[in-house]
């Protein structure tokens, strides 16, 4: 049982992103049509892209994700071809036929009025600029395009297993991040996500009897109703126009299906949230139960981290699991009560750790998936009293480590061998890297280092660094080993109770660095009259120490390279009951069995 204090402080001067940092911009207009008999779907986009970078363009690209739900493609290869594939694919995109599959393509493509050429490669469209974009210059690109809705099988798709008609995520031809490090041209196969910040203006036109929620802002309630407003007119004809406007974001997504219930809950600071969920009597009482306790979660992410900033977030039944997208999330449905509120816990806490702090999800799925593992397991111990909330994050990071799959967590998504290790990395060994940071800067220092990083980066693409210096600054701790060791290899933690002596009516404890990362340590001692210390030894390259309560000693730092560390206690052995590497059980050591040494007579061997 872990039990992480969660302490609120009032925050010190915040960081700000470096000087040199730049990130692009970019504007949507769309206006899209979709047939709902065929899944087919037609739309043109105005899309305006100011350069903010330092370097002329001379091409940009999109991507075309729908183009991946096609027999052959790269994402039903490389499903196929791992070991431990994602069952929710498996083999199941090469069974579509040419009516269920997915497909996006552009028409016609102008800038500034001009027509261009470009090319289709799968899910990445390629595009020659007519004239480069200049730094801090902008350029319009006008567009045509269409699709045709897959079948659901990935986060996407029309007709999910839970009868929700479309899922409609990464269905638009999205322009591709340009960074510091470049273009970011990933194949989709499944995985992770990187977008361009901007705004959206959105109009939808579907089916009259179809609800539609997601992304955004709803323009006209008045003329669609369905929850929103009464209807002051009759609306002529078949089909409705949803029109939405979403402001600072850089993806969106919606839902839509006939026979949803949508219901509007009031949340902290006037957000309206909102639910949209299958008119299934077996779910409903869920649905509703789920209502106030989102609106709960979202003041407590707020205090954690800091204010949710828009003023609408959206819950909809569809998709394939639970996924994270600009304002909204698509979960499925019919789950018992805590699995239902245990993904949208995940999913909303998303909405701090990749819709504000939006990290590139291939290069950092540790920070996006870990990050808000996290402080979801934070919210369940502070919320529900679930002390044993961080638990299963260990659980699984050390049966990684036994198994020997594990991947570097710089590792990029696409590129993990097995889903294990992906999954088991990015979202349970991240969550471990902020909990054991926890431990190695005191919890306080965690947490305001975690609301800084928020304020300094709140929309923008915060990098491991950018963490990583911001920690540093409040904590006054050097971190680049703690960076180093466990993101970028697979070192592993592993201290030992080597012997335990009486020496001159004191207790000599000598401890052994097994593993090859090193770590400071918090060492407890147990008396038999019930008396409890804790001796701490700070890791010398920190530089630095956490703060610690006053009843504890700080004894000398522990160089790392020395393998061994001698400290005496200042009692004899036959005072002391236990001895205990880490009492508070947030450091990740892999072998627990050579970190307590009891001294019950006849028992003077370590244990777990």
Same mark, same amino acid.
């Given at each position: 049982m872990r039990i992480f204090f969660f302490i609120l402080t009032t925050s010190i001067a915040f960081a700000q992103p470096h000087p040199s940092y730049w990130q692009q911009h970019v504007d949507y207009t769309m206006d899209v049509k979709l047939d709902v008999k065929n899944f087919r779907?037609?739309?043109?986009?105005?899309?305006?892209?100011?350069?903010?970078?330092?370097?002329?363009?001379?091409?940009?690209?999109?991507h075309l994700y729908f183009n991946a739900f096609q027999p052959g493609s790269e994402m039903d290869v490389r499903s196929i071809s791992l070991s431990d594939p994602d069952q929710r694919v498996g083999s199941r995109i090469g069974s579509l036929n040419e009516k269920e599959i997915g497909y996006l393509h552009v028409i016609s493509l102008a800038q500034d009025g001009e027509s261009i050429a470009f090319t289709e490669e799968e899910t990445l469209l390629v595009v020659p600029l007519a004239k480069p974009l200049a730094p801090n210059a902008s350029t319009t690109l006008s567009m045509a395009f269409e699709g045709q809705v897959p079948k659901q099988i990935r986060r996407s798709g029309r007709n999910s297993k839970e009868g929700v008609a479309l899922s409609m995520t990464q269905w638009y031809p999205k322009l591709a991040e340009y960074d510091p490090e470049g273009w970011h041209t990933n194949p989709y196969i499944g995985r992770e996500f990187h977008g361009v910040w901007g705004n959206f203006d959105v109009k939808l036109t579907l089916h009259k009897k179809y609800l539609v929620g997601g992304t955004g802002y709803l323009q006209n309630p008045e003329e669609v109703g369905h929850g929103y407003a009464e209807k002051t007119k009759k609306t002529k004809g078949k089909n409705l126009t949803w029109h939405f406007v979403a402001p600072n974001v850089h993806d969106f997504a919606w839902a839509a299906d006939p026979d949803y219930i949508h219901d509007i809950h009031k949340g902290p600071n006037g957000v309206a949230l909102h639910f949209f969920y299958k008119n299934n009597p077996e779910i409903i009482e869920n649905w509703k139960r789920l209502q106030p306790d989102t609106a709960k979660l979202m003041a407590f992410f707020n205090r954690a981290v800091g204010a949710y900033p828009y003023k609408q977030y959206t819950v909809l039944q569809g998709g394939d699991g639970g996924m994270e997208y600009a304002m909204c999330t698509l979960i499925t449905g019919e789950r018992s009560y805590p699995s239902l509120y245990g993904v949208t816990s995940h999913e909303l806490a998303h909405s701090w750790f990749q819709h504000v702090l939006a990290f590139n999800e291939s290069k950092y799925a540790w920070m996006d998936e870990g990050f808000t593992s996290f402080i979801d397991a934070l919210g369940e111990q502070v919320l529900n009293k679930d002390y044993s909330a961080f638990d299963g994050s260990y659980r699984s990071y050390r049966g990684l480590v036994k198994s020997g799959l594990e991947e570097p967590l710089t590792t990029h998504a696409d590129r993990f061998d097995t889903n294990r290790a992906y999954g088991a990395g990015s979202y349970s060994k991240g969550s471990v890297f902020?909990?054991?940071?926890?431990?190695?800067?005191?919890?306080?220092?965690?947490?305001?280092?975690?609301?800084?990083?928020?304020? &300094?980066?709140?929309?923008?693409?915060?990098?491991?660094?950018?963490? !990583?210096?911001?920690?540093?600054? /409040?904590?006054?701790?050097? =971190?680049?080993?703690?960076l180093n060791d466990w993101a970028r290899t697979t070192k592993t933690i592993d201290y030992a109770i080597k012997s335990v002596t009486p020496k001159d009516g004191k207790t000599e404890v000598v401890l052994e660095r097994?593993? &090859?990362?090193?770590?400071?340590?918090?060492?407890?001692?147990?008396? !038999?009259?019930?008396?409890?210390? /804790?001796?701490?030894?700070? =890791?010398?390259?920190?530089?630095?120490?956490?703060?610690?309560?006053?009843?504890?000693?700080t004894e000398k730092d522990w160089a790392w390279a020395r393998p061994t560390y001698t400290f005496m206690i200042d009692a004899p052995l036959h005072e002391l009951e236990q001895l205990r590497i880490d009492p508070s059980g947030f450091m990740a050591d892999i072998d627990l069995t050579n970190n307590v040494f009891e001294t019950a007579e006849g028992n003077n061997t370590p244990k777990e």
């Amino acid at each position: 049982m872990r039990i992480f204090f969660f302490i609120l402080t009032t925050s010190i001067a915040f960081a700000q992103p470096h000087p040199s940092y730049w990130q692009q911009h970019v504007d949507y207009t769309m206006d899209v049509k979709l047939d709902v008999k065929n899944f087919r779907y037609s739309g043109t986009q105005e899309l305006v892209y100011t350069n903010k970078s330092p370097d002329t363009l001379n091409r940009v690209f999109y991507h075309l994700y729908f183009n991946a739900f096609q027999p052959g493609s790269e994402m039903d290869v490389r499903s196929i071809s791992l070991s431990d594939p994602d069952q929710r694919v498996g083999s199941r995109i090469g069974s579509l036929n040419e009516k269920e599959i997915g497909y996006l393509h552009v028409i016609s493509l102008a800038q500034d009025g001009e027509s261009i050429a470009f090319t289709e490669e799968e899910t990445l469209l390629v595009v020659p600029l007519a004239k480069p974009l200049a730094p801090n210059a902008s350029t319009t690109l006008s567009m045509a395009f269409e699709g045709q809705v897959p079948k659901q099988i990935r986060r996407s798709g029309r007709n999910s297993k839970e009868g929700v008609a479309l899922s409609m995520t990464q269905w638009y031809p999205k322009l591709a991040e340009y960074d510091p490090e470049g273009w970011h041209t990933n194949p989709y196969i499944g995985r992770e996500f990187h977008g361009v910040w901007g705004n959206f203006d959105v109009k939808l036109t579907l089916h009259k009897k179809y609800l539609v929620g997601g992304t955004g802002y709803l323009q006209n309630p008045e003329e669609v109703g369905h929850g929103y407003a009464e209807k002051t007119k009759k609306t002529k004809g078949k089909n409705l126009t949803w029109h939405f406007v979403a402001p600072n974001v850089h993806d969106f997504a919606w839902a839509a299906d006939p026979d949803y219930i949508h219901d509007i809950h009031k949340g902290p600071n006037g957000v309206a949230l909102h639910f949209f969920y299958k008119n299934n009597p077996e779910i409903i009482e869920n649905w509703k139960r789920l209502q106030p306790d989102t609106a709960k979660l979202m003041a407590f992410f707020n205090r954690a981290v800091g204010a949710y900033p828009y003023k609408q977030y959206t819950v909809l039944q569809g998709g394939d699991g639970g996924m994270e997208y600009a304002m909204c999330t698509l979960i499925t449905g019919e789950r018992s009560y805590p699995s239902l509120y245990g993904v949208t816990s995940h999913e909303l806490a998303h909405s701090w750790f990749q819709h504000v702090l939006a990290f590139n999800e291939s290069k950092y799925a540790w920070m996006d998936e870990g990050f808000t593992s996290f402080i979801d397991a934070l919210g369940e111990q502070v919320l529900n009293k679930d002390y044993s909330a961080f638990d299963g994050s260990y659980r699984s990071y050390r049966g990684l480590v036994k198994s020997g799959l594990e991947e570097p967590l710089t590792t990029h998504a696409d590129r993990f061998d097995t889903n294990r290790a992906y999954g088991a990395g990015s979202y349970s060994k991240g969550s471990v890297f902020l909990s054991q940071l926890g431990y190695v800067l005191g919890p306080e220092m965690l947490m305001e280092s975690l609301r800084q990083f928020y304020e &300094a980066f709140a929309f923008k693409h915060p990098n491991a660094n950018d963490f !990583k210096r911001i920690a540093e600054k /409040v904590s006054g701790v050097q =971190l680049e080993w703690y960076l180093n060791d466990w993101a970028r290899t697979t070192k592993t933690i592993d201290y030992a109770i080597k012997s335990v002596t009486p020496k001159d009516g004191k207790t000599e404890v000598v401890l052994e660095r097994i593993g &090859a990362m090193g770590m400071p340590i918090d060492f407890g001692v147990l008396y !038999k009259n019930g008396r409890q210390t /804790v001796h701490y030894i700070p =890791l010398q390259m920190m530089f630095g120490e956490k703060p610690i309560p006053e009843a504890w000693k700080t004894e000398k730092d522990w160089a790392w390279a020395r393998p061994t560390y001698t400290f005496m206690i200042d009692a004899p052995l036959h005072e002391l009951e236990q001895l205990r590497i880490d009492p508070s059980g947030f450091m990740a050591d892999i072998d627990l069995t050579n970190n307590v040494f009891e001294t019950a007579e006849g028992n003077n061997t370590p244990k777990e």
